[in-house]
């Protein structure tokens, strides 16, 4: 039944970001010039065969970067001073060769540098406040911790029975066979994700990721003695097919670890049909995958994208997830590990004992009531505005050479620099000016990265951010 539902997707998935890049790509091509009116909002739903709000959606987009404009009771026309259209960067031509992890204390400063007062952080994950459902949150937590005496004692694993059954809920969104018995709460996808790895490898295990990739990935392979093996991911379509058979033809690879579904820092999504053969290839060889979906819910298209979990019967997807998007102080996150239950179970017990009762006690009655998903709907028409503004400032203000990511979810930006431009001596630069950014050279253990930077696009916009995208834009001239 699964497979029936990822087939359903391909018609209507990214359509509003298909829209998009069309008419970009038509500006671009000189198809579509200044001055010129676009087709009305119901003209183009009927020629795409999508909603009008589809339509409205990607134009509003188009209008916010500075392509279009609207002219009451007329229509949207392309502007005549539209900017330039940078392109995506290309998959990275690297060799799947092993290597260690050099970037430990970068990705250590990275954190430090987020917890500075009054330090414009566009380098760490971490969204502002001010986006975020703090209030609400807090109440929640407050009124529980004052009618609940519960929460002062330990919530064994697998944790919360309540939270675990609303997650088990969710599931059913993507064609998800999950019971709240399948599932084991974790001090955060960090902490899922490390019990996952300890459960299927050992020390001097080759293990397969994406090129680029999270750096935590990277960091607990190299801390558990294990090697990364990595395969070049497109910034749209995920990991290279081709690459991952060869890769794993060639080496003994004990276990995968993949985010298939808005990969951080791409924002790429996997296609259906790749996911079905990343898991049939690794179902051949029985290779357990460590599938890690964090932002997932954050997906800027019409449906959420499905996870090469909702494909597993055999139990070899170790799936994990996290409220980090809205509540990362919480540290709450979640690991279905299929048949690895028990052993993930046990090193949960052996690593942490137990997570904090209040914390999970809160996320169950947020989803419970909807503030989850309210919360998730708001973040995501944030984040496309955000990507949106900033893509449109790098593109005026960034150097000749530039590239830029068009992610499909999250709230990252990966930006190519020109060759010359060194992504470390511009984070130096940077941190002069008050600004922080991430460095290429954290997400791989490689050097391919090294004129690559990722900002992050989750706090909210102002005139600030305008001035420190020229600033960057600058200083990328003395980062040689």
């Given amino acids: 039944m699964s497979t029936q539902i990822m087939d ?39 020629d795409w065969d999508v909603s009008v709000s589809t339509v409205l959606q990607s134009y509003i987009a188009l209008e916010t970067i500075g392509l279009i404009e609207a002219k009451p009771q007329s229509g949207y026309y392309i502007r005549y001073k539209s900017g330039r259209v940078l392109p995506e960067p290309e998959t990275p031509n690297i060799q799947s060769a092993i290597k260690n992890y050099g970037c430990n204390e970068l990705v250590t400063n990275l954190c430090e540098l987020s917890t500075i007062p009054g330090l414009i952080s566009l380098g ?19 009124r529980i911790a004052r009618s609940c005496s519960k929460g002062i004692n330990y919530e064994f694993p697998p944790g919360n029975s309540k939270l675990r059954h609303e997650l088990a809920k969710r599931t059913i969104e993507w064609g998800g066979d999950i019971s709240q018995e399948d599932i084991i709460i974790t001090n955060g996808a960090t902490e899922a994700l490390s019990l996952s790895l300890q459960a299927v490898a050992k020390a001097g295990d080759t293990i397969l990721t994406e090129s680029p990739t999270y750096y935590g990935v990277l960091q607990l392979i190299e801390n558990f003695g294990m090697h990364a093996l990595e ?25 995968c670890i993949l985010y298939p579904s808005i990969n951080n820092p791409l924002g790429s999504i996997m296609p259906d ?21 964090v932002y997932g819910e954050l997906y800027f298209g019409q449906t ?12 070899l997807v170790l799936y994990s997830s996290s409220f980090k998007t809205i509540a990362p102080g919480y540290r709450v996150g979640w690991v279905c590990p299929g048949r690895y239950f028990d052993k993930v179970k046990k090193l949960k017990y052996m690593s942490s004992l137990a997570n904090a009762s209040f914390p999970q006690m809160a996320m169950a009655e ?14 995501r028409k944030k984040f496309i505005s955000n990507i949106s503004i900033v893509s449109s400032l790098i593109c005026e203000y960034f ?62 916009w102002s005139s600030v951010i305008d001035k420190v995208i020229k600033t960057l834009g600058e200083l990328c001239k003395k980062a040689h």
């Fill in 8 to 46: 359903k997707v391909d018609k209507t998935t990214f359509l509003y970001e298909k829209i998009i890049d069309d008419i970009r790509n038509r500006i671009a091509n000189g198809n579509l010039r200044p001055g010129e009116k676009l087709p009305s909002v119901r003209k183009l739903s009927r």
């Fill in 124 to 142: 760490a994950g971490i969204p502002g406040s001010d986006v975020l459902p703090t209030k609400t949150l807090n109440n929640l937590l407050s």
């Fill in 366 to 379: 947020f989803l419970r009531t909807g503030g989850y998903e309210r919360c998730i709907r708001n973040l």
């Fill in 399 to 460: 150097p000749d050479g530039t590239k830029i990511s068009k992610p499909q979810g999250g709230h990252y930006l990966w930006i190519e620099l020109p060759e010359n431009v060194n992504s470390i001596k511009l984070q130096r630069l940077a941190l002069k000016e008050n600004i922080s950014i991430a460095p290429g050279p954290l997400f791989s253990t490689k050097d391919d990265f090294l004129n690559y930077i990722r900002l992050s696009c989750a706090c909210s």
């Fill in 231 to 255: 395969i070049p991911t497109h910034p749209k379509d995920g990991i290279d097919i081709d690459a991952f058979k060869k890769a794993i033809k060639n080496h003994k690879v004990a276990a």
């Fill in 304 to 315: 959420r994208p499905k996870p090469i979990k909702s494909l597993d019967k055999k139990g």
């Fill in 273 to 293: 049909d790749n996911k079905r053969k990343v898991y049939e290839i690794l179902s051949g060889k029985d290779i357990p995958l460590i599938e890690g979906d």
